[in-house]
């Protein structure tokens, strides 16, 4: 559980996360230049999450550059980084069928990884926009042969200037219902993204914090990680929202602007 007594004076490490918290359709939210350029200037270890498995680092701080804020490549941890990170420790070989887009081939091919439709030791779902019915149906065929289902995230839909999208979890889905294999899923609520996240700046959960937008992913998952929550309301989630959980956050705040006086 996380400790009541703990402020953001007691921070030493920050993790937040990205769409709802310092981005709104590839615009800067309030506070979230100053904050960002606050723990650069003062060295503060943080890293910037998205559940999104799309982006390499390079192109995702490239996509943050334009929203004007400066997130060096090494201040970003995505789904697909912690699947990496994940199966880079498991057992067996190092092989894997997968669907996804750059971010999730790159950070795999980090982790050591041969990308194959052979015998794989894994099969691995992450965000695309080019499903295809030939990915799909290998995917669960090899499933079925014995490959372990590993998926980068569980959203189900995700944001466009048009409506919402099928995304990750929507797909997991449709494999699922195919094979009656549940997927083991790395990214957000799973606290394992934020555990691999922590290993990365070498953060413990007793002096790091969440920021998030989402009860029901970010909030939640910092809860059982150890940290301490705060949230935003910026995003998805309102006050009448927070009252539908049997959880609560450390604090809850309008946006990032309110925790510059506090840190």
Request: charged share 20%; net charge negative; with cysteine.
């Amino acid at each position: 559980m996380t400790d009541i007594t703990r402020s953001p004076h007691d921070i030493e490490c920050w993790l937040t996360d990205m769409d709802g918290v310092l981005v709104h359709e590839d615009h800067a939210l309030p506070g979230a230049v100053e904050l960002i350029d606050s723990w650069l200037a003062t060295s503060r270890r943080f890293l910037v999450l998205t559940n999104n498995s799309t982006w390499t680092p390079r192109d995702l701080a490239a996509r943050l550059e334009r929203a004007g804020l400066h997130v060096p490549e090494e201040n970003l941890w995505t789904s697909a980084m912690a699947t990496a990170a994940f199966l880079g420790g498991q057992p067996g070989k190092k092989t894997a069928f997968v669907i996804g887009e750059a971010g999730l081939t790159s950070a795999l091919h980090d982790a050591g990884f041969i990308l194959t439709d052979v015998d794989p030791d894994y099969v691995v779902l992450g965000e695309t926009r080019n499903y295809s019915f030939e990915a799909i149906t290998r995917a669960i065929r090899l499933v079925l042969a014995g490959a372990r289902y590993i998926v980068t995230n569980p959203d189900a839909t995700g944001p466009s200037v048009d409506g919402v999208l099928p995304a990750t979890g929507a797909v997991a889905a449709m494999i699922t219902a195919a094979t009656k294999r549940k997927p083991y899923v790395v990214g957000k609520p799973n606290p394992m993204m934020f555990r691999s996240a922590m290993n990365r700046i070498a953060a413990h959960s007793e002096s790091t914090a969440m920021i998030g937008d989402r009860m029901d992913t970010d909030i939640v998952a910092g809860m059982e990680a150890g940290l301490h929550t705060v949230l935003v309301l910026s995003g998805l989630t309102t006050i009448a929202d927070v009252e539908t959980y049997p959880f609560r956050p450390d604090q809850v705040i309008s946006s990032v602007a309110e925790l510059l006086d506090q840190l």
